[in-house]
């Protein structure tokens, strides 16, 4: 059966490698972890093709000085049905987080999931988790079980790998279509993504640096069938009362709860849309 679930599957088993993967039998099916990022360095490729598993095949990611995402199929689809980080799975009493089209087979989130009106049924599954610690065998059996599919790949890597930061980077247009999401647009009149963002040193910091460089220098460009220009100035970070402060200080003045972090500061910097319906090209500020 050909779903994204299945192509997906085919772009994680090309990582493959003796040494960083482990295979867990169950009776209900197989789950093979594949470690791309978590006890193993990765390279640049490899953060690649995890980025472009994330979004379930359905975008494409360069890298030069910038970290450049383009998605020509399905946007809706790639950003919030699979490249979302939306599935919150506790292992060993720590938290990781889970992307790529197995999300869809799962409906994690539900409301999102069901929101973009895209599902599958898959005898294959593909999902991507940042996390400290390897999935243990009753999170890989609760996971399987969750995606309803019976040959099912994970790929993990750690926040502060190579892998995650090009994975955490190349999420600045699904930033851009979430914002949009979150105001009540319709984006599944959304029918070309593109966005750009700086390729930004390694290090401990990334979650933090990682989102300045998407709040403050992150582009994203959007081709839609209606626009409403109401929104322009809205869908940019620039709009955000939190403008102005690192990450960093933001997060630590909500004392480490996303939730109390204002909302509206998870937007990319600039925002380009053709809207071509009207035939117009709208433009957000710069600056504010």
């Not at 938290?95 to 999102?112: D, M, V, Y």
């Not at 993990?156 to 090009?166: A, H, K, Q």
């Not at 851009?176 to 319709?186: A, H, P, Q, S, V």
């Not at 998407?214 to 994203?220: C, K, M």
Request: proline share 2%; aromatic share 6%.
């Amino acid at each position: 059966m050909n779903t994204l679930n299945s192509n997906t599957y085919k772009i994680l088993e090309g990582l493959k490698g003796n040494e960083n993967t482990r295979v867990e039998e169950f009776d209900l099916g197989k789950v093979t972890l594949l470690d791309v990022g978590l006890n193993v360095c990765g390279s640049l490729d490899t953060g690649i093709k995890v980025a472009e598993a994330s979004m379930a095949g359905l975008g494409r990611v360069k890298i030069d000085d910038k970290v450049h995402v383009v998605i020509d199929k399905m946007p809706a689809v790639a950003t919030l049905s699979s490249q979302l980080a939306g599935w919150c799975i506790k292992i060993d009493g720590k938290h990781a987080l889970g992307s790529g089209p197995a999300r869809i087979l799962a409906e994690k989130p539900k409301n999102i999931v069901q929101g973009i009106g895209y599902s599958e049924v898959s005898d294959k599954g593909a999902l991507i988790l940042e996390t400290s610690v390897l999935p243990d065998r009753v999170t890989c059996k609760n996971i399987l079980e969750e995606t309803k599919t019976d040959n099912l790949i994970i790929a993990v890597f750690r926040e502060d790998s190579l892998t995650g930061l090009i994975n955490i980077l190349a999420r600045v247009v699904e930033v851009g279509i979430f914002r949009l999401f979150n105001l009540k647009y319709d984006i599944s009149r959304i029918t070309y993504a593109q966005g750009t963002v700086p390729l930004i040193e390694l290090s401990d910091k990334i979650m933090f640096d990682a989102n300045d460089a998407i709040i403050y220098d992150g582009s994203v460009e959007l081709e839609v069938n209606g626009w409403d220009t109401q929104l322009t100035e809205k869908s940019v970070s620039t709009c955000s009362e939190a403008y102005g402060r690192s990450f960093k200080e933001i997060f630590q003045e909500a004392c480490g709860d996303f939730y109390k972090i204002p909302a509206d500061i998870f937007a990319p910097a600039r925002l380009k849309v053709t809207d071509l319906k009207n035939n117009s090209v709208i433009r957000s500020s710069k600056t504010r």
